[in-house]
């Protein structure tokens, strides 16, 4: 069975630039999560999707993070414009159902380094 | 709020003693908690996980208790490896299916 998959795996960017990221969930998989994850902490909720509605953002900085699912399969996620606060690992994680309190799983995760 | 508090944030032991971590979460309808492991550069991966139905679950040397009237639950290594040096999240799924986790504890077994 193929797992999360996550790209690109590194990113450097400048403060102020844009990036994207991408995510392919396990097929199947109505619930998906993008968390970000600052060196030593644990992983914070960005957004989370149940399909291609939005269960919650309440932690995305919606001035700067923009998400999307669209057809309830892959998911973007979109920082524009960077700070350097922005510097974390970016995990996606998708399960069968969240209503349903089945495994997440989770990608490889994308680093970003601002600078 | 909606949050997991973890606790140590570090523990150190030696090989073959037991490691104890413990968690608290603040929304009592929460009936999912799931215990993640991650080693360095990795993605957590799910170790274990217990259900509010359910007080203790045993995987070989891994348990994990739950006391919900307290919102408390732990998770206890028996026999400690060298390998099971990383760090391990406690995680809460909240009332819309929130999956929320913890700071996380690093665990190092000295040989």
């Known amino acids: 069975e193929a797992g999360v998959a996550q790209s690109p795996r590194y990113k450097i960017i400048e403060k102020r630039q844009s990036v994207a990221f991408w995510c392919n969930p396990i097929?199947?998989?109505?619930?998906l999560y993008w968390y970000q994850q600052i060196l030593g902490q644990g992983p914070k909720l960005l957004i989370q999707?149940?399909?291609?509605?939005?269960?919650?953002d309440s932690q995305l900085p919606k001035d700067r993070f923009s998400a999307e699912r669209l057809k309830g399969v892959d998911s973007t996620l979109k920082i524009q414009p960077a700070k350097l606060e922005d510097s974390a690992v970016y995990l996606c994680?998708?399960?069968?159902?969240?209503?349903?309190?089945?495994?997440?799983?989770f990608g490889q995760g994308t680093r970003l380094t601002v600078v | 709020g909606e949050n997991v508090e973890q606790h140590p944030s570090t523990l150190s032991v030696q090989e073959g003693d037991s490691a104890v971590i413990k968690c608290t979460y603040s929304?009592?309808?929460?009936?999912?908690f799931p215990w993640y492991k991650q080693e360095l550069g990795k993605r957590p991966q799910l170790i274990i996980d217990?259900?509010?139905?359910?007080g203790e679950k045993k995987d070989q040397r891994i348990a994990v208790t739950l006391n919900k009237t307290a919102k408390h639950f732990s998770l206890h290594i028996t026999e400690t490896q060298p390998e099971d040096s990383a760090v391990y999240f406690c995680?809460?799924?909240?009332?819309?299916?929130?999956?929320?986790f913890g700071q996380g504890t690093t665990l190092q077994v000295k040989p």
């Open positions: 994680a998708s399960s069968l159902s969240a209503l349903l309190n089945t495994e997440a799983f």
């Open positions: 097929s199947g998989h109505a619930t």
């Open positions: 999707f149940q399909n291609n509605g939005v269960v919650d």
């Open positions: 929304d009592s309808a929460s009936n999912y």
């Open positions: 217990i259900r509010s139905n359910v």
């Open positions: 995680a809460a799924v909240y009332n819309t299916g929130k999956l929320i």
